[in-house]
């Protein structure tokens, strides 16, 4: 029962992360201002597959970065409870940020990606 209660909580964790990858990308890409009607139709798409395509990938690092340092550090120093989650959650936060800032270092600074 243990097990199971564990990859529910990182199931839910994984979902924080993932939403926090799609966030991450609707802040690069900002506002879909085009109609989805007409020649717009395809900018919205593209803009479309951005967000979700880019912003899940970004979102599965991030997820896989936090359960990396949950199971190696945090597990250990934490006991569960309302203070544990919100530090993990501000983890999550912290590891989007530095996420968010390699792939703008690799993406503008380097012109790698």
């Known amino acids: 029962m243990k097990i199971l209660k564990q990859i529910i909580n990182y199931f839910a964790y994984t979902v924080v992360a ?52 949950d199971v190696l550090y945090l597990r250990k120093r934490l006991a569960q409870g309302l203070k544990s989650s919100l530090i993990r959650l501000g983890a999550i936060v912290l590891i989007t940020l530095f996420v968010g800032c390699l792939h703008y270092i690799l993406e503008k600074v380097i012109d790698i990606i």
């Open 18 to 69: 993932l939403l926090m990858g799609i966030a991450y990308m609707r802040v690069v890409l900002g506002p879909n201002d085009v109609a989805a009607e007409g020649l717009g139709y395809l900018w919205h798409m593209f803009y479309q597959m951005g967000l979700i395509g880019v912003g899940l990938r970004v979102g599965a690092i991030v997820a896989l970065l936090f359960i990396t340092v």
